[in-house]
């Protein structure tokens, strides 16, 4: 029976293949920003519909779709793709290259949506093959806080009904098409924005020592919070702190009256992550305070880390080499990226899982958020296929 249920899932997902392709080259040609995805939204209710499966809006552009299969309160289990994209000028020569100025989807959401909706057609005409219900969701804003998932779960997503767990997938630059990833526990970090004004009377770079100088403050807060995660944090958890920006002074001879930085903090461990908070904000404050000049400091909470439960991802880890072969299911690594997916992990099993899509020998070997990302489209096949199959047998 189940090398039966994996014939006709291949099958049906080879397939479908073309049709679910030429839906990506749509969505990739027509990008939209977070909490902007309008026309994806449109365009998702009415493949679903075409499908004949029942749909809501949530979080105005949010869609969830319901297939219910035998004994369908059972048990439910919720897949999810995001749809937002990102702004940024897409560079790659190819017939469905972005319409949209300066929006892109260069992190392979367009894939991620296509696959479910792919996984979903196949999901609704296997319906009487499997028992309980399965959850789509169909995600916006995951590329901006306050995420997508947060909103979601607050207009209700994981209740009636409450599904038992959810999968998602995500694009993989670095894994060759054909092969998916897996890893049990936490596996991406929680993301923090750091935004902090320094501020003095400013004045004559010829007399620093009738003003604060902001700049020096500036210099000495970046490496004095860079302790912070030397001296303070468990070298054993992973754990960053980055300042990106500094913004100050615009000539060579005034001292600036306001320098701006900007950075990110990400932890794997959420106790960490909030004794971290303070103590950025207490070596920030007392530093600039002891050099004469006030501070503004701003922590932007953003998402928690990807904590992949255990028993959920060994089982669809079994369920993918069932489906794909053993050679052909690696264990991920722990990354430092962020992902509003762990939203859900906080409130029920989640598992968060990679698609192999690179292939250096047609120069598909750019990474997620670069003007060239782009994906070996076979992957499509592979990721509806392992989404269907996960969504019948996970239920079990």
């Known amino acids: 029976m189940q090398n039966s249920s994996i014939t006709t899932i291949k099958s049906l997902a080879k397939q479908y293949a073309q049709e679910f392709i030429d839906v ?8 939209e920003l977070s909490y902007q995805e309008f026309e994806t939204s449109k365009f998702i209710q009415s493949k679903l519909s075409e499908i004949g499966i029942e749909f809501e809006v949530k979080a105005t552009t949010g869609v969830i779709g319901i297939i219910k299969g035998k004994n369908p309160e059972s048990r439910t289990i919720a897949l999810r793709a995001d749809m937002d994209a990102l702004p940024i000028t897409e560079e790659n020569d190819i017939e469905y290259k972005s319409q949209n100025a300066g929006v892109m989807h260069a992190c392979g959401h367009d894939v991620h949506t296509t696959i479910l909706l792919g996984a979903a057609k196949i999901l609704y005409q296997l319906k009487h093959e499997f028992e309980g219900t399965i959850k789509l969701v169909f995600q916006p804003g995951e590329e901006k806080n306050p995420g997508g998932a947060s909103l979601l779960i607050k207009e209700g997503v994981l209740e009636n009904p409450k599904p038992q767990g959810i999968i998602g997938l995500h694009v993989h630059p670095g894994l060759n098409y054909g ?42 807060l970046i490496v004095a919070l860079q302790q912070i995660i030397s001296r303070n944090k468990n070298p054993l958890s992973p754990s960053v702190l980055s300042i990106c ?92 990226g962020a992902e509003d997916f762990g939203y859900y992990t906080q409130q029920i099993s989640g598992c968060f899982f990679r698609l192999g899509v ?8 750019n990474q997620v958020h670069t ?11 592979t990721g509806i296929a392992m989404m269907a199959w996960l969504g019948m047998q996970i239920l079990k």
């Open 179 to 220: 092969k998916l990833s897996f890893r049990t526990g936490r596996v991406m970090a929680s993301a923090d924005e750091i935004y902090i004004t320094i501020k003095g009377s400013g004045g004559h770079a010829a007399a620093p020592h009738l003003t604060a100088d902001t700049i020096l403050i500036a210099s000495h």
């Open 245 to 336: 920006s500094v913004q100050g002074g615009h000539t060579t001879n005034v001292i600036p009256s306001e320098v701006k930085l900007m950075g990110t903090f990400r932890a794997m461990d959420e106790q960490w992550r909030y004794q971290a908070h303070e103590l950025i904000k207490k070596t920030a404050t007392e530093l600039v305070h002891a050099m004469g000049a006030e501070i503004d400091l701003k922590i932007d909470v953003g998402y928690p880390c990807v904590d992949n439960d255990a028993t959920l991802t060994n089982a669809a880890w079994r369920l993918a080499e069932e489906l794909m072969g053993k050679e052909n299911v690696e264990e991920t690594e722990v990354r430092m």
């Open 358 to 365: 690179r292939n250096e020998e047609q120069g598909i070997v």
């Open 24 to 31: 990506r080259h749509h969505l990739h040609a027509y990008p």
């Open 371 to 381: 003007p060239k990302f782009n994906i070996d489209e076979r992957a499509i096949e």
